[in-house]
Nanobody, 127 residues
Framework: QVRLVESGGGSVQAGGSLRLSCVAS???????????MAWFRQVPGKEREGVAS???????IYADSVKGRFTISQDIAKNTLDLQMNSLKPEDTAIYYC??????????????????WGQGLQVTVSS
């Protein structure tokens, strides 16, 4: 069983920053036979959407809405995944999820491509 535990959510004013962290089980990539980790987010009543992904090789993909503001990083040795969020906007308010997945060695932010999920944490950005 792969476990993903997020931390670091909270409330911040627009323009502020937050850093999300996700601790994964040891050997998550080999145990899941997947190549990617990612952050998704979901607003009540809307579909979960991809925010950013990172492959085992360090290749990153960002949603257009967060490019230039968010940075995804990982430490494979420590089994951690981080998301540095700067210049936050009210529309970034959502529940954020850490995820493991990928297909064909690619890490596109397709919801169906991600199979393992954390419990989620709330990020609230006030105007």
């Amino acid at each position: 069983q792969v476990r993903l535990v997020e931390s670091g959510g909270g409330s911040v004013q627009a323009g502020g920053s937050l850093r999300l962290s996700c601790v994964a089980s040891e050997y998550t990539y080999s145990r899941t036979n997947r190549n990617c980790m990612a952050w998704f987010r979901q607003v009540p009543g809307k579909e979960r959407e991809g925010v950013a992904s990172i492959g085992k090789d360090g290749t990153t993909i960002y949603a257009d809405s967060v490019k230039g503001r968010f940075t995804i990083s990982q430490d494979i040795a420590k089994n951690t995944l981080d998301l540095q969020m700067n210049s936050l906007k009210p529309e970034d308010t959502a529940i954020y999820y850490c995820a493991v997945g990928g297909r064909f060695g690619l890490c596109y932010l397709f919801l169906a491509w991600f199979d393992y999920w954390g419990q989620g944490l709330q990020v609230t950005v006030s105007s």
